[in-house]
């Protein structure tokens, strides 16, 4: 089942802070996060993994709450760099190993 | 070193043609995934391929989709009977070992139109 994202679009000044929820209605060991420009491949952010276990960028923060089934992407002091789509993907217990759902996406612009 | 990479980049064709699109993964890499991106949307999960495994075909959205993966290296994706709700970017990644525990790479996609 696919994760829901929220909100679906967010419009920031640079400087300003932003948080992306990703929810799941299965149980979940793992969450990435990616973000995709216009017309360019997704790139990877973070994976955060049941247990505690994080990987990706040391300037990236995220949090996953296993037991409410959530993810959120937190986006600080901001950079017109960070505008972009950013997708949550979610490998469940019910699904296949090594599958990943992505939700539909967060469309961030930042603004001068 | 090389990222994933796909081709063709642009495929323009007419309804009812089939279609191949490639992928080349990141050499060593075991698992391939495909996806679909329709404009807008996020990414439609396809088809996995982890090592020697039994692709999971899970997300192929009708038996005109089939995929292979020769010599667990490069993967072509087919649609037979393109119809034009096929159209759509389509993004192949690949990952050390089980994509829900490592980072994926994307290739920079296909884009499919059918006229």
């Known amino acids: 089942q696919q994760p829901v994202q929220s909100p679906q679009a967010v419009i920031l000044r640079e400087g300003e802070d932003a948080v992306i929820n990703c929810s799941s209605s299965?149980?979940?060991?793992?969450v990435h996060w990616y973000r995709q420009k216009h017309g360019e491949a997704p790139v990877f952010l973070m994976i955060?993994?049941?247990?505690?276990e994080q990987k990706g960028h040391e300037k990236i923060s995220a949090s996953f709450n296993e037991k409410k089934q959530q993810s959120s992407l937190y986006l600080t002091a901001s950079q017109l760099s960070y505008s972009g789509t950013y997708f949550c993907?979610?490998?469940?217990?019910?699904?296949?190993?090594?599958?990943?759902?992505f939700g539909k996406g967060t469309k961030l612009s930042v603004k001068p | 070193g090389a990222g994933v990479s796909q081709s063709p980049s642009n495929k323009v064709t007419e309804k009812g043609k089939d279609v191949e699109l490639r992928c080349d993964p990141i050499?060593?890499?075991?698992?391939l995934y495909w996806y679909r991106q329709s404009l807008g949307q996020g990414l439609e999960f396809l088809i996995y391929?982890?090592?020697?495994?039994?692709?999971?075909k899970s997300g192929l959205p009708s038996d005109r989709f089939s995929a292979e993966r020769t010599g667990g290296s490069v993967s072509t994706l087919t649609i037979q009977r393109t119809q034009q709700e096929d159209s759509a970017v389509y993004l192949c990644?690949?990952?050390?070992?089980?994509?829900?525990?490592?980072?994926?790479?994307f290739g920079p996609g296909t884009r499919l139109t059918v006229l």
């Open positions: 990644a690949s990952s050390h070992g089980s994509g829900s525990y490592n980072e994926q790479f």
């Open positions: 050499s060593g890499h075991t698992a």
């Open positions: 299965k149980a979940l060991y793992s």
């Open positions: 391929f982890q090592g020697n495994s039994a692709p999971d």
């Open positions: 955060l993994l049941k247990g505690g």
């Open positions: 993907g979610t490998g469940d217990y019910g699904g296949s190993q090594g599958n990943l759902i």
